[in-house]
T-cell receptor, first 114, second 115 residues
Framework: DAKTTQPNSMESNEEEPVHLPCNHS???????IHWYRQLPSQGPEYVIH???SNVNNRMASLAIAEDRKSSTLILHRATLRDAAVYYC???????????????FGTGTRLTIIP | KAGVTQTPRYLIKTRGQQVTLSCSPI?????VSWYQQTPGQGLQFLFE???????NKGNFPGRFSGRQFSNSRSEMNVSTLELGDSALYLC??????????????FGPGTRLTVT
C-alpha cells in the first residue's frame, strides 16, 4: 500500500477553518484518497474521499494537489465536536470483492481550542 | 438504520484464556472486517470476511481467528490470551458490491483487558 504522511498533531480555534495536510508522494494513478476520523471513545468514521478533483460534502472539503502527491482536508468551521484523530488513507480503485482492508497510519490528532 | 453493533463492549480476561467477540454489521452489508487498536501499534487490520469466507488476512498469529455466518454476523476468537492482546477490537462493515466501497462503517469496539 502507498504510504501517507501526516503531522502528529494540530490545534485550531473553535469556529475557525482547519486545514489538515496529507502527503502521499508515492500515490499511484489508481489510488483514491480517503479520510476517516476517530472521535474519542468511538470507532473511526468516514469523512470524505476523492480521486483527482476537489470534493465537498456536508462534513468537509477535500483539496487534491494537481500532481496528487498531497491533499488537504478542510473543516470550514471547526467545532469542539471535531476534536478527533484524522486519518488519510489511500485505497486502490481496483479493489474488488473481499478487499475492504484499510491501512491506517498514525493520523493527526486535532485539538479544538474553545 | 441500526449501526454496527459489537458485544460485549468491555471484557476482562486472564492470560491463557480464550475470548470470543461478536459483531453485527449494518443490515444488507456483506463484508465484515476486524481491526485491533493499541496505543503502540495504532489501528491494524486483522482479517476480513465476505460471504462466510475469509478474503483477506493481516499479519497476526494463528491465535486470532474469525468466522462469518450466513446472516453476515461475524465473530472473532483469540485463544491463549497474552498480555499484549489487551486492545480495542473494532469491527467494520461495508456493502462490498464488487466496486470499490468508499465508506466503511465501524462499531464502537470491544475493549479487551488481559490480566
Amino acid at each position: 500500500d502507498a504510504k501517507t504522511t501526516q503531522p502528529n498533531s494540530m490545534e485550531s480555534n473553535e469556529e475557525e477553518p482547519v486545514h489538515l495536510p496529507c502527503n502521499h508522494s508515492t500515490i499511484s494513478g489508481t489510488d483514491y484518497i480517503h479520510w476517516y476520523r476517530q472521535l474519542p471513545s468511538q470507532g473511526p468514521e468516514y469523512v470524505i474521499h476523492g480521486l483527482t478533483s476537489n470534493v465537498n460534502n456536508r462534513m468537509a472539503s477535500l483539496a487534491i494537489a494537481e500532481d496528487r502527491k498531497s491533499s488537504t482536508l478542510i473543516l470550514h468551521r471547526a467545532t469542539l465536536r471535531d476534536a478527533a484523530v484524522y486519518y488519510c488513507i489511500l485505497r486502490d480503485i481496483r479493489t474488488n470483492f473481499g478487499n475492504e482492508k484499510l491501512t491506517f497510519g498514525t493520523g493527526t490528532r486535532l485539538t479544538i481550542i474553545p | 438504520k441500526a449501526g454496527v453493533t459489537q458485544t460485549p463492549r468491555y471484557l476482562i480476561k486472564t492470560r491463557g484464556q480464550q475470548v470470543t467477540l461478536s459483531c453485527s454489521p449494518i443490515s444488507g452489508h456483506r463484508s465484515v472486517s476486524w481491526y485491533q487498536q493499541t496505543p503502540g501499534q495504532g489501528l491494524q487490520f486483522l482479517f476480513e470476511y465476505f460471504s462466510e469466507t475469509q478474503r483477506n488476512k493481516g499479519n497476526f498469529p494463528g491465535r486470532f481467528s474469525g468466522r462469518q455466518f450466513s446472516n453476515s454476523r461475524s465473530e472473532m476468537n483469540v485463544s491463549t490470551l497474552e498480555l499484549g492482546d489487551s486492545a480495542l477490537y473494532l469491527c467494520a462493515s461495508s456493502l462490498a458490491l464488487g466496486l470499490v466501497n468508499h465508506e466503511q462503517y465501524f462499531g464502537p469496539g470491544t475493549r479487551l483487558t488481559v490480566t
